[in-house]
């Protein structure tokens, strides 16, 4: 499956931005897909994720309550809906698919977008 993540930006503290993964090749609903995020001088890590068929998402503590991942199967299209942004969210968000029903680390995602950089001003 080939991910095409968009929708990054410069942003002000909080402020809203809504990224986006489109997928294609294999059934896009056999896949949960995550979000995950890398900042200058960090290691990547787990943001959300919404399991395959959209029967469950799961965030880090970080982004509870302010962000919100939702997907249409009919689009081939995850959405992460990113509020009350904060300058410390500043970083490279990558889209990813897994046939794990869930999973909250990096190495079990078999396939991966490019990343879209969000900046968060303060």
């Known amino acids: 499956v080939q991910l095409q993540a968009s929708g990054g930006g410069l942003v002000q503290a909080g402020g809203s931005l809504r990224l986006s993964c489109a997928a294609s090749?294999?059934?896009?609903?056999?896949?949960?897909m995550g979000w995950f995020r890398q900042a200058p001088g960090k290691e990547r890590e787990f943001v959300a994720a919404?399991?395959?068929?959209?029967?469950?998402?799961y965030y880090a503590d970080s982004v509870k309550g302010r962000f919100t991942i939702s997907r249409d199967n009919a689009k081939n299209t995850v959405y992460p809906q990113m509020n009350s942004l904060k300058p410390e969210d500043t970083a490279v968000y990558y889209c990813?698919?897994?046939?794990?029903?869930?999973?909250?680390?990096?190495?079990?995602?078999?396939?991966w977008g490019q990343g879209t950089q969000v900046t968060v001003s303060s």
């Open positions: 990813a698919a897994t046939t794990y029903y869930t999973s909250y680390s990096s190495r079990a995602y078999d396939y």
């Open positions: 090749g294999r059934t896009f609903s056999s896949y949960t």
């Open positions: 919404n399991t395959r068929s959209g029967g469950s998402t």
